[in-house]
């Protein structure tokens, strides 16, 4: 019968990305594949030297093994490319759930926790009517006016998302998802992706959270959330004002500049200039093909010089240091760093 202590470790290892034989030839002579096999299913316990070697080998101490595995996401949707293997799947999908493990526990100890509200009144999508409908409510509802929004996920943040930026995996976009059991809403998103398409990802996975196309046209969820992400980033009315009604052609400057105030890729707005009829689906299929011999999915025109970083966390780890109502060297474990590097970052001003 699988154990706390197996199901943390098939945790840790699937983390870290390693087999059971590669963990093993990390750990050294000290474990075997079968030996781990027999951990994660609880048949056995390690003793305290395998232990060390365990969690030196998986880059953890040895009292995560030992707390409790509280939470799973459920509704996990994966926004990625092709070549994406279902370990590296695994790979984020338990990071992630480490994160918001840490963070669930820094708000419990601070008593900092923010609710979610869903700011969609009638989510059920249908039409892409809906979709311009919600994103018109959610513009209205958070005051975001008819503007660019300028921190997306320090909005989020805001709201009761919470928000993890994945380092690695560079052809990892996306993922959303609720924490079960509890109305708590979780985006994670490429760190190192340009901040058009960071951006563009993270309205993407907002359209999975907050609304239901369970009865929409055609069932294309994934264009679906594309339409809705353009929708949010730029409305409507803001888009007929600047380009016009109709169109036949659209300058790269008038892109370049869109793409520099809205954080929105050129790309993306071509696609939302289609969705309204601006330009036509002749005028914009073309456009797609000059934009794929051009390159333009690796590298396009333009540059959107904003900012987007997921601080929340970081701040509270800061906030419970200061207070004292977390040692520094929990405050370094919550941000996978040493002690003496915590250390060399806090700054006390009084």
Known sequence: MINEFG?????????????????????GAVVTKQAISKYERG????????LIALAAALGVKVDYFFRPSTISIEGLEFRK??????????????????FIQKYLELEGILNNQTPFENPVT???????????????????????????????IELLEDKGFKVFEVSDFDYFDGLSG???????????????????????????????????????????????????AGALLIPEAVMKKELGGQRSKITLWELKKFKGIFGISIQAIMARAANLSI?????????????RKSGWHREEPGEY?????????????????AEQAISFSKAAEFLNMSVAKFDEEVLFVS
Request: glycine letters at 6%; a positive charge.
């Open 7 to 27: 199901k943390r470790l098939n945790s840790a290892r699937k983390m870290a990305g390693l087999s059971m034989e590669a963990l093993a030839n990390k750990a």
């Open 43 to 50: 048949l056995i316990n390690p003793g305290s030297d395998v």
């Open 81 to 98: 490319k092709a070549k994406m293997t279902r370990k590296i799947e695994d790979q984020i999908k338990y990071q992630t759930i480490d």
């Open 122 to 152: 009638r989510p059920l999508v249908k039409t892409r009517g809906d979709i311009e409908a919600a994103a018109k409510e959610i513009r209205e509802k958070w005051e975001l006016g008819q503007g660019p929004v300028p921190h997306l």
């Open 178 to 228: 609720f924490v079960s059991g509890m109305n708590i809403p979780v985006v994670a998103v490429f760190k190192g992706d340009d901040l058009a398409r960071k951006r563009f990802t993270i309205a993407h996975e907002l359209g999975h959270l907050l609304l239901d196309f369970s009865q929409a046209e055609g069932k294309n969820i994934e264009k679906l959330c594309h339409t809705f």
């Open 279 to 291: 330009i036509s689906s002749n005028t914009y299929k073309s456009f797609c093909i000059y934009a």
């Open 305 to 321: 010089q904003g900012k987007e970083v997921a601080n929340r966390f970081k701040q509270l780890v800061f906030h419970g240091a």
